[in-house]
């Protein structure tokens, strides 16, 4: 259920219709069309002092409860309080803080950490519904704190395994079995690619038409992406992601940019440029190769050419 708010704003004075367009504006609503805008109902008192300075100038204001008829009409108000887009433009903000803390003094830099800090608190107050971008967001603020930690506070002991990730020695991890689901899609694809690049250069696949049922992993097979596995999705990190943090790679700034397309065409989250390039690869990739061998081959092509694409490390 949600609350509409109904205005016809005064003609004058402007200052007046300047503070309800900015009112609006941070309370981060909906806009079904102009006059119309919309809030969850549990927000509804939020509407009231926009009411009362509307009418006290001449204007016209109402708040009416909103229910939607079907799942179709209910997707359509939701996704006008998206944040997709806003998360994005934080993370560049967070990216960029990240990128110049090597050259930055203390005192700049944790005055910039502030700002990201308050941008993110902004955007939470209004992210009604959050999900997968919210989850991201935080997960990388916690890593730019470790970051900003290591650059000036050397003395504070540094997490070495970030939501309860354990650290691996991938020397222990050589000519090994690992086990997946058949017929890979990006998350699979890309921690087949990471485990034969950084991994263990000898690994063999063996691909499962349904490892928690018929077609169980085989004794002493690694798994990963799939339900019981060794390694797949904890927290809001996809299969790639705890792959990459638990044998020491998740710092790397090149892979780090892979596994955040691969974490928004997985869950979802927070878009990034590269994400429609390569989930176009890649479906092309799936229809050339029937066979998950040759497949997975071929997908290591792009994924070491994305991994080498210039800027790719910044």
Sequence with gaps: MWSALFLTLPTQPNAVRLRVWRALKTLGCG????????????????FDPLVSEVRAHGGQASVLELSTSDEAQRAEVLALFDRAEAYGQWRAEAQSLA?????????????????IVEALQALRRIDYYPGAAAEQAQAELDALRQAL??????????????HGIPRLDPRKFQGKRWATRARPWVDRLACAWL????????????????PAGATPAPRGALGFDYDGARFTH?????SFEVLAA????????????????????????????????????????????????PLTLAAASVFDALYAAPGAAT
Excluded at 31 to 40: A, I, K, N, T
């Design 31 to 46: 806009s079904l069309r102009d006059g119309v805008y919309v809030l969850p109902d549990a927000q509804a008192a939020l």
């Design 99 to 115: 990128a110049a803390l090597p050259a930055l003094e203390e005192t700049e830099a944790r005055r910039r950490w502030r700002g």
């Design 149 to 162: 930690d290591a650059r000036f506070s050397r003395g504070e002991p540094v997490a070495q395994a970030p």
């Design 195 to 210: 485990i034969r690049r950084f991994i263990d250069p000898e690994a063999r696949f063996v691909w499962l038409a349904d």
């Design 234 to 238: 904890i927290g809001s990190r996809v």
């Design 246 to 293: 638990s044998f020491g790679l998740d710092a790397d700034p090149r892979l780090q940019r892979i596994a955040r397309a691969v974490h928004f065409l997985d869950v979802g989250g927070i878009p990034v440029p590269e994400a429609a390039g390569l989930e176009a690869v890649l479906s092309g990739l799936r229809e050339v190769h029937a066979d998950d061998d």
